[in-house]
């Protein structure tokens, strides 16, 4: 495959099982509804950022399948956080399992970690590249748990 199919491929994967994910749980979104830190973004924000992640994720992903960097436990990780990603807001606005996606996004917080370090060692760029996504996953994390305190 030419390294362009595999970056296009590498990207479309996340931004379609998150454009999935966001068909899913429109009907079920109370994100404007709910108590919110102050600190909260406005739900428009959400959609915007998450593209922007999920191009950075795919990159970061064709870097690795580029160069053949990629091996069992790469793709396993890779994928594995992809699936937790995606039922996270399935368990949060479908369900209203407020808590148990709290303790779900640590989950993913552990996952996304564990990838930035096994993709880091594979290539610097795309380890680096997956850090912005960190980052979001652990304030996604204290705005669950917030929402949890605020909403029981």
Do not use: H
Not at 50 to 72: A, D, F, H
Request: net charge positive; no cysteine.
């Amino acid at each position: 495959m030419s390294k362009a199919k595999t970056y296009v491929k590498s990207i479309l994967v996340p931004l379609l099982i998150g454009g999935i994910v966001g068909l899913i749980i429109t009907p079920f979104m109370d994100y404007t509804s709910l108590q919110k830190p102050a600190i909260a973004p406005p739900g428009i924000i959400f959609p915007i950022v998450w593209t922007i992640l999920y191009v950075l994720m795919g990159i970061s992903y064709g870097i690795l399948k580029s160069k053949n960097l990629t091996n069992y436990l790469n793709i396993q990780i890779y994928y594995q956080q992809l699936l937790i990603n995606a039922l996270w807001p399935i368990f949060f606005f479908v369900f209203e399992w407020r808590l148990f996606a709290f303790v779900w996004i640590i989950l993913l917080d552990i996952a996304v970690y564990m990838m930035i370090v096994r993709f880091y060692e594979k290539d610097k760029v795309a380890g680096l590249l997956q850090i912005p996504y960190f980052l979001w996953t652990l304030f996604a994390t204290y705005l669950n748990f917030s929402i949890y305190l605020l909403n029981r």
